[in-house]
């Protein structure tokens, strides 16, 4: 093992694109070196991980794994502890979303939607809560206002999120004091890059009080904040859904 950094670690799933690799830069940006985890985005992960070579060299890590493969979660986390000898952060960000209406759904997209939101993120957790104990860190989970509010022809969906929201308050209890577990739920932030339907996405918005989508940014400030700046906030779910939920 290397001898530990002097600057926090914090270890990203989905950190290529999207919202992941938003929460990869604003880590990095915060003084974070981060462990990049990928699976099939290696094009981006590559130029994500030398965009912020340039900006401080040897911060970053990548680690190419399908997290459907259960021997693969702990090793991300000693590959992870390996490079940099400690690990501050975790940050549940790899999910699965596709519509499972009632009457045609698998047991294999059953297998799929709870593997990404919901298993895999509890055995990394489970791997890296020692490390995170050792540095008092912390793990931000992103879960999804559909946990809370189903989604027609989503259900699978919607009960693997709500697995893993009932999985961040129950590692808040677990594993405090030393380790602190929150959750980010967005709403609307970016579209489904496979389905596009102006219409539905319209109502959607008509239906948030403020009116319009967030940014991945705005899901990655939320993110660092609660890794760095909310020390005594622990087992809680930060909604980041411009109001959608309270219903009107």
């Known amino acids: 093992m290397s001898a530990p950094n002097a600057a926090p670690v914090a270890l990203i799933t989905g950190a290529a694109r999207r919202i992941g690799a938003a929460i990869a830069r604003r880590l990095h940006a915060a003084g974070y070196d981060v462990a990049l985890h ?17 900006i401080r060299p040897r911060s970053t890590l990548l680690l190419h794994a399908e997290l459907a493969d259960f021997d693969r979660l702990p ?5 992870c ?14 999910s699965g979303f596709t519509p499972t209406p009632i009457g045609t759904t698998t047991p294999a997209q059953w297998d799929a939607l709870f593997t990404s939101n919901a298993r895999a993120p509890f055995f990394l957790s489970q791997a890296a809560a020692p490390h995170l104990q050792a540095a008092e860190g912390a793990i931000v989970n992103l879960t999804d206002l559909y946990a809370q509010r189903p989604l027609r ?14 999985m961040t308050r129950s590692l808040a209890l677990e594993l405090g004091p030393k380790v602190r577990v929150n ?4 709403g609307a932030i970016l579209w489904p890059e496979e389905r596009s339907d102006p219409a539905t996405q319209q109502a959607m ?17 939320a993110v660092r904040w609660l890794l760095q700046d909310a020390r005594y906030c622990t087992g809680q779910v930060l909604h980041l859904d411009g109001g959608r939920l309270l219903g009107v």
Do not use: I, W
Not at 38 to 53: D, H, I, P, T, V
Not at 75 to 79: K, S
Not at 153 to 166: F, I, P, W
Not at 183 to 186: D, K, L
């Open 81 to 94: 502890v390996g490079r940099f000898g400690r690990l501050d952060a975790l940050v549940n960000n790899a």
């Open 38 to 54: 990928y699976r099939g985005s290696q094009e981006a992960a590559e130029a994500l991980a030398q965009e912020l070579e340039r």
């Open 183 to 186: 959750a980010v739920s967005p």
């Open 153 to 166: 022809e989503h259900t699978v969906y919607c009960m693997a999120k709500a697995a893993l929201l009932m």
């Open 205 to 221: 918005l008509a239906r948030t009080p403020l009116g319009r989508t967030g940014t991945p940014e705005e899901v990655a400030d």
């Open 75 to 79: 090793e991300l986390v000693a590959q």
